[in-house]
């Protein structure tokens, strides 16, 4: 099925450091979301962009929704050990009835204490 | 806690067999949403429910598979003749959609293994 294209695919870093990644498409968005997966669980919303050139913060997150509509880039700061986890960027067209979300194929963060 | 539930959280069933699912939404919310989720992939949409009219299915949805939201609260999804390839997890998410739009609640999901 259709995913976004979501980069890098895994990092691996030391607490304390800066963690950035980017979710890209073809197709404009009308929201975009950010979930933590851990595993065996479902995704946990993390935060929620709803215009473009939105930048939203949560804490030591802070997501940007891209001007264009067809990008969106997260963002965490000083990285603590239970940062460690899956990170996926979903988008929401919003067109119609439909509120489907298409999804990255993820971005797997291990932070090394 | 006032969040998506899911249950069974696991379910091993033998090839054939016929399995049903449940999800609880968030009570408020009017949407309902299941998704298939296979490792190392992100969530895959299957159906979704406004109230309890099913609204939109996925190609991904077989003859096999059949979802039901009777009374616009909880919904069901039952797998029937199940199939190796039907091994996965299912997230169920529930949503209230509003002005500033609509932001999806997941359950832990339902990891299902077809032996």
């Known amino acids: 099925g259709q995913q976004l294209n979501q980069s890098p695919q895994s990092m691996f870093i030391q607490e304390g450091e800066d963690v950035s990644m980017n979710c890209t498409s073809s197709?404009?968005?009308?929201?975009w979301l950010w979930y933590k997966q851990d595993p065996g669980e479902g995704p946990v919303l993390l935060i929620a962009?709803?215009?473009?050139?939105e930048l939203t913060s949560n804490g030591r997150l802070t997501a940007q929704f891209g001007i264009t509509r067809k990008d969106s880039f997260l963002n965490i700061s000083a990285s603590i050990p239970s940062d460690v986890g899956i990170y996926f960027c979903a988008g929401q067209r919003g067109s119609g009835n439909t509120g489907k979300l298409i999804f990255g194929q993820g971005t797997t963060l291990q932070v090394k204490p | 806690d006032t969040g998506v539930s899911q249950d069974p959280r696991h379910k091993i069933t033998k090839r054939g067999q016929n399995v049903t699912f449940r999800c609880d939404p968030i009570s408020e919310h009017n949407r309902l949403y299941w998704y298939r989720q296979t490792l190392g992939q992100g969530p895959e949409f299957l159906t979704y429910f406004q109230n309890e009219a099913q609204l939109e299915k996925s190609r991904l949805l077989s003859d096999r598979f059949s979802a039901e939201r009777p009374k616009g609260s909880f919904s069901t999804l039952e797998i029937q003749r199940t199939e190796q390839g039907d091994s996965a997890m299912y997230l169920c998410?529930?949503?209230?959609?509003?002005?500033?739009?609509?932001?999806?609640?997941f359950g832990p999901g339902t990891r299902l293994l077809v032996l």
């Open positions: 962009l709803y215009k473009a050139g």
């Open positions: 998410a529930s949503s209230l959609v509003g002005l500033a739009g609509e932001t999806q609640y």
């Open positions: 197709s404009i968005f009308n929201t």
